[in-house]
C-alpha cells in the first residue's frame, strides 16, 4: 500500500522478553518518527530519523528501549525487558521534509499502531 | 515535561451544539497542526497554521492560531456525532527541530 505500516498490528508478551516493532515509511520519505500512546491518551515522542542524520533519541524512557532505521527506509523499534508499563500503542509516522525559512513544512502521515500488551 | 496542553481534557456535548478545544504553551511554535484520531487509527491532519493570528476554517472547523504563536484553539459549530473522536494539537518547536510534538489531547463525544 502506499501508506506507512507497521507489524505486529496486535502483541501480547510476556514480561521481560523483549519485542520488535517494525515500520515500513511511505517510500520516498526522509523523516521517521516513533511515538507512543497509553489508552486514551495523547503521544509521547520517542524517537525522530531523518535522513543520515544522527536520530533525535531524546524521548526514549530508558536504556530498554532502542530504535534503528536501515538504508534510511524500514526502521524497527525494540523493547529489551519488557515491563507492564510499556504497555500502550506505539505509533509510526513519516514525512518528506521541506524546511522554508523556520517553518518545516511537514505533512506527517501515521500508520495504525502496533498495540502492545506486556502481561 | 508536556509543552501542549489541551482543554477540555473530555467533552460530551449534544449534537447542533458549538465546542470550543485549547491547545496552550508557554514556549513559541514555528506552526501548530490540529489532528483527529479515531478508534483503532493512527491521527490524521486536519490543519496546519504557521502565522501568529492566523485563522483557517475547514467546513465547520474553524482553527486559530495566537498572535504569540503559543497557543491555538479549534472551534466546531453545530458539531455531529460524526466529529467523535480525540483531538490533539501539535506543534514544530520554533527552535526548527524537526520533531513534532503533541498536547495531551482532547476526547470529544457527541451525542445524537
Known amino acids: 500500500g502506499a501508506g506507512v505500516s507497521q507489524s505486529p498490528s496486535n502483541k501480547v508478551t510476556e514480561k521481560g522478553k523483549d519485542v520488535e516493532l517494525r515500520c515500513d515509511p511511505i517510500?520516498?520519505?526522509?523523516?521517521l518518527y516513533w511515538y507512543r500512546q497509553s489508552l486514551g491518551q495523547g503521544l509521547e515522542f520517542l524517537i525522530y530519523?531523518?535522513?543520515?542524520?544522527?536520530?533525535?533519541k531524546s524521548g526514549l524512557p530508558s536504556d530498554r528501549f532502542s530504535a534503528e532505521r536501515t538504508g534510511g527506509s524500514v526502521s524497527t523499534l525494540t523493547i529489551q525487558r519488557t515491563q507492564q508499563e510499556d504497555s500502550a500503542v506505539y505509533l509510526c509516522a513519516s514525512s518528506l521534509v521541506r524546511r522554508t525559512g523556520g517553518f518545516s513544512g511537514n505533512t506527517i502521515y501515521f500508520g495504525e499502531g502496533s498495540w502492545l500488551t506486556v502481561v | 515535561t508536556q509543552l501542549l496542553e489541551q482543554s477540555p481534557q473530555f467533552l460530551s456535548i449534544q449534537e447542533g451544539e458549538n465546542l470550543t478545544v485549547y491547545c496552550n504553551s508557554s514556549?513559541?511554535?514555528?506552526?501548530l497542526q490540529w489532528y483527529r484520531q479515531e478508534p483503532g487509527e493512527g491521527p490524521v491532519l486536519l490543519v496546519t497554521?504557521?502565522?501568529?493570528?492566523e485563522v483557517k476554517k475547514l467546513k465547520r472547523l474553524t482553527f486559530q492560531f495566537g498572535d504569540a504563536r503559543k497557543d491555538s484553539s479549534l472551534h466546531i459549530t453545530a458539531a455531529q456525532p460524526g466529529d467523535t473522536g480525540l483531538y490533539l494539537c501539535?506543534?514544530?518547536?520554533?527552535?526548527?527541530?524537526?520533531?513534532?510534538?503533541f498536547g495531551t489531547g482532547t476526547r470529544l463525544t457527541v451525542i445524537p
Open positions: 530519523f531523518q535522513g543520515n542524520s544522527a536520530p533525535d
Open positions: 497554521v504557521v502565522t501568529g493570528g
Open positions: 514556549s513559541v511554535f514555528s506552526s
Open positions: 517510500s520516498g520519505h526522509t523523516a
Open positions: 501539535a506543534g514544530f518547536h520554533q527552535t526548527g527541530a524537526n520533531n513534532l510534538f
